[in-house]
């Protein structure tokens, strides 16, 4: 007598990923305005970059992409970005697992990247089940567990130029620290509905 079982995923962790189509288009003429931003020495800067009428057509963009991503969830409201930063890594810089506690929705975009760099990271909220059902063993390396989309308990994405990074808010999240000389800039952005 065969199994008869169905799977059904009810409560999926949901990246929304895209990529901008004119990146290529305003990749100079933002450095400039970059380059004359405060960064503190950990190379982040708070300039509100989602009030900067110089980035006026990337937030719209951007602003576009997360209400589709919102659509797709059925959320009633239309969502605006009420912070922005930039973060332009030093050397050796990262950032450790975290959450944007008090927003709804949030984004990573990768706007001056090595692609052979270290990406993001997010984790699953199961990745701490005590009761440890894969019988996860200290020196068991994770890349000989068989995870499949029901386990894995964290996925990571490449630092693409262009890609933009949509996620909920309460998702962890973290970037490992930069390796490559080459420049790792990142725009990141909270949104929440109608901007609050």
Not at 24 to 49: C, V
Not at 117 to 141: C, M, V
Not at 163 to 172: A, G, M, Q
């Amino acid at each position: 007598m065969g199994v008869d079982l169905q799977i059904q995923t009810w409560f999926p962790t949901a990246i929304g990923v895209a990529h901008c189509p004119f990146y290529k288009d305003i990749k100079e003429e933002y450095k400039k305005h970059l380059d004359k931003f405060d960064y503190d020495p950990r190379g982040l800067s708070y300039t509100a970059i989602h009030k900067d009428k110089n980035f006026k057509k990337f937030n719209d963009w951007i602003t576009k992409q997360v209400n589709e991503y919102c659509k797709i969830h059925n959320y009633p409201h239309q969502y605006k970005a009420n912070a922005s930063w930039v973060i332009d890594y030093t050397q050796g810089a990262g950032q450790p697992w975290h959450t944007h506690i008090g927003c709804a929705v949030s984004t990573v975009y990768y706007f001056q990247t090595d692609a052979n760099d270290k990406g993001t990271q997010f984790r699953s909220p199961y990745h701490n089940d005590t009761a440890n059902p894969l019988d996860l063993k200290p020196e068991i390396l994770t890349n000989k567990i068989e995870f499949n989309e029901l386990t894995f308990p964290s996925c990571t994405y490449p630092p693409l130029e262009g890609r933009l990074l949509i996620f909920r808010s309460y998702v962890e999240h973290m970037m490992d620290s930069k390796e490559t000389k080459k420049k790792r800039i990142i725009f990141s952005y909270n949104f929440d509905k109608n901007g609050n």
